[in-house]
């Protein structure tokens, strides 16, 4: 049995796929034997595929946007999410809220683990029209530390994970008044990637792994992985609510989070935009250039 090494930027309900490929025995049914580590601080997953000690990164698509024509090659071999999992929970609302109406207010936007939660919320504020400037984000430090702070009164609201959101709302903290699920169209927000030098000797590998991956997300968008879906959340997240849990991972099946395991490349291109425009970007990738010699595997339809 082949081995395959992942290294990832956190232990997210979003990489939920691959950890029912795991438990369910998909991996091993493609005859691949897949360990895979949590990174923290997340920048340690950049560390682990450039010494060999992982062979595959998981985390945001926007790193190796970043990084593209640079020294260090990232490709890009397969997507884990379609869309991005984030939510607004408000201290005050309790309806639905246009993200026009966070103008005037102070927002959290954690940031310790990544740009995404407030550079796609940003983006998303700019396409609706509305200027970014007129809300203060508190930014770059920790989910746990700003939920701490958002609960003892700092901010009007806060951008969240879905799991977390709902926490904070059963806490007694506020309302979710915004979901990117359904307001941020197809987004390719969770990818893996490897050094481009690498794709070559990892690439049946890779196309085993992905087959599996894309087998985990139908068994969970049909309903069929319940059993596994259990154990999974048994395992990793003990002293969790397993009801909000299971909540959590029902909306993100129905909200298209695991619809593809193939990126789309006209979201693909709108998040490039989004990521130029708050300017993250050295120059602004194409779909092909962020996969370099790993189309084959993660190519867009």
Request: net charge negative.
């Amino acid at each position: 049995m082949d081995t395959l090494k992942i290294t990832a930027t956190a232990n997210g309900l979003n990489y939920l796929p691959e950890y029912v490929a795991a438990q369910g025995g998909i991996f091993a049914a493609n005859d691949l034997q897949v360990t895979a580590v949590a990174r923290d601080p997340w920048t340690g997953v950049l560390d682990d595929i450039e010494s060999g000690a992982a062979d595959v990164a998981l985390g945001g698509l926007w790193v190796p946007a970043m990084y593209a024509g640079m020294d260090r090659s990232l490709s890009v071999v397969g997507q884990l999410n379609h869309r991005f999992p984030m939510t607004i929970v408000s201290r005050t609302e309790t309806a639905p809220i246009s993200l026009g109406q966070l103008a005037g207010k102070v927002v959290l936007a954690p940031g310790a683990g990544g740009s995404a939660p407030y550079e796609f919320t940003a983006g998303l504020i700019r396409e609706a029209g509305f200027d970014v400037s007129a809300t203060r984000f508190v930014r770059d430090l920790s989910t746990a530390m700003l939920i701490e702070l958002y609960k003892g009164g700092l901010g009007d609201a806060i951008i969240l994970d879905l799991i977390s959101a709902k926490e904070v709302v059963a806490d007694g903290f506020g309302t979710i008044v915004f979901q990117h699920l359904e307001a941020g169209g197809i987004m390719p927000n969770s990818v893996y990637y490897c050094l481009s030098e690498r794709v070559d000797e990892l690439g049946d590998r890779l196309g085993r792994f992905m087959d599996g991956i894309a087998t985990a997300m139908e068994k969970i968008t049909s309903k069929q992985a319940d059993a596994e879906i259990d154990a999974v959340l048994a395992a990793r997240w003990p002293d969790k609510d397993h009801a909000l849990l299971r909540s959590a991972a029902t909306e993100m099946a129905e909200g298209g989070v695991w619809d593809s395991a193939v990126i789309d490349r006209d979201a693909s291109d709108r998040w490039m935009r989004i990521l130029d425009e708050g300017g993250l970007l050295a120059h602004v990738p194409t779909l092909e250039e962020l996969q370099g010699a790993a189309a084959p595997v993660g190519a867009a339809s």
